[in-house]
């Protein structure tokens, strides 16, 4: 997990430099270690399992804002396993988690998301030589579907940037050069981004999604021609790919072995589902409103999307510690 996330329930930044030394972590791994032990329920046909040493707790080998958690169980014959997560209810609102199940021989036997909502899943262990059921396939493809469209409808700076993008109006035919480019891009390093072929910080890509917003509320107002805006969406589609690739790196996608593709393919499938909905209920209600306020739906929009984007790159570059962080108490 994310050490920030960690750090909401065991306090790890103890220099509030926005880093976890080796150091904040050896002094913290005993309370880490009491958090993994509860961290999940595995049960075996209806038999609970029991881990067979001490959790081991680390940074993530190739991102060290990262802290993994290693557990080993008891594992007897099983016909359904059941995992199910405990941590998932301290987390925050949202949070996903990434249940990868495969056999010895690396044969992924099952694949599934918690959330907060639904923190257990039952994943029949079907034998080695057989082909996963297409049910299992499908509920997959739809989770990461879902995942997507949830990503980009509550993704605030995202929306943002498309809706600044759209807002000068146009024609059709421009709208849709501009969604276009913004997908090409951003699908682009998505798919970079996840497979690890590029890596960018989450601590530099967020404040550029946040100035990109600030970039484009200023264009509108000071530009008078956007023939050629396809352009400028395609260069900052880039970056936003890279904010989209984070939500699939933190659930451990591509790690130990575990698929990429259908994650990834499905993943972005409801990220442009959800972008085109979205583009389709904006583009009327500009079309409509704008010619009611000629002269002042420009300014004002984009004046509006100035100050949300500071707000945002402000938020990133200075995060706040929330009360929540200030006062986290580990439960024993």
């Known amino acids: 997990m994310a050490w920030q996330e960690v750090d909401a329930l065991v306090p790890l930044d103890a220099n509030h430099d926005r880093s976890v030394s080796e150091a904040e972590l050896t002094a913290a791994k005993s309370?880490?270690?009491?958090?993994?032990?509860?961290?999940?329920?595995?049960?075996?046909?209806?038999?609970?399992?029991?881990?067979?040493?001490?959790?081991?707790?680390?940074?993530?080998?190739?991102?060290?804002?990262?802290?993994?958690?290693?557990?080993?169980?008891?594992?007897?014959?099983?016909?359904?396993?059941?995992?199910t997560s405990e941590i998932i209810s301290e987390l925050q609102q949202g949070h996903s988690q990434l249940v990868s199940?495969?056999?010895?021989?690396?044969?992924?036997?099952?694949?599934?998301?918690l959330e907060r909502d639904k923190p257990s899943v039952d994943v029949p262990l079907f034998a080695i030589h057989e082909k996963p059921p297409v049910a299992t396939k499908m509920n997959?493809?739809?989770?990461?579907?879902?995942?997507?469209?949830?990503?980009?409808?509550?993704?605030?700076?995202?929306?943002?940037?498309?809706?600044?993008?759209?807002?000068?109006?146009?024609?059709?035919?421009?709208?849709?050069?501009?969604?276009?480019?913004f997908t090409i891009a951003h699908s682009l390093t998505l798919a970079l981004a996840t497979l690890n072929i590029i890596r960018i910080?989450?601590?530099?890509?967020?404040?550029?999604?946040?100035?990109?917003?600030?970039?484009?509320?200023?264009?509108?107002?000071?530009?008078?021609?956007?023939?050629?805006?396809w352009m400028l969406t395609f260069a900052f589609g880039l970056i936003h790919g890279c904010g989209?690739?984070?939500?699939?790196?933190?659930m451990g996608i591509g790690e130990n072995g575990s698929s990429v593709v259908t994650p990834l393919v499905c993943f972005n499938v409801g990220v442009e589902l959800g972008q085109l909905a979205i583009s389709?209920?904006?583009?009327?209600?500009?079309?409509?409103?704008?010619?009611?306020?000629?002269?002042?739906?420009?300014?004002?929009?984009?004046?509006?999307l100035i100050v949300l984007g500071s707000y945002f790159f402000v938020e990133r570059v200075w995060p706040r510690q929330t009360e929540a962080n200030q006062h986290a108490i580990y439960r024993n």
């Open 31 to 83: 309370k880490l270690s009491r958090l993994a032990e509860g961290a999940l329920d595995i049960v075996s046909d209806g038999r609970m399992l029991s881990l067979k040493k001490p959790p081991e707790i680390s940074h993530d080998s190739e991102d060290t804002t990262g802290i993994r958690f290693h557990l080993v169980y008891e594992f007897p014959p099983t016909r359904v396993l059941t995992v």
């Open 244 to 250: 989209f690739a984070s939500v699939l790196r933190e």
């Open 201 to 229: 910080p989450s601590s530099v890509v967020e404040p550029i999604i946040a100035a990109s917003i600030i970039y484009v509320g200023f264009e509108n107002i000071v530009r008078r021609s956007f023939e050629k805006r």
């Open 101 to 113: 199940i495969r056999s010895s021989n690396g044969v992924e036997l099952g694949t599934a998301i």
């Open 280 to 304: 389709a209920i904006m583009l009327p209600l500009i079309w409509k409103l704008k010619p009611a306020f000629p002269k002042r739906w420009i300014p004002a929009t984009s004046v509006a």
């Open 140 to 181: 997959t493809i739809r989770q990461f579907i879902a995942l997507g469209l949830e990503h980009i409808v509550t993704g605030w700076d995202h929306l943002a940037f498309l809706f600044g993008l759209l807002v000068i109006g146009g024609k059709l035919r421009d709208a849709v050069k501009i969604i276009t480019s």
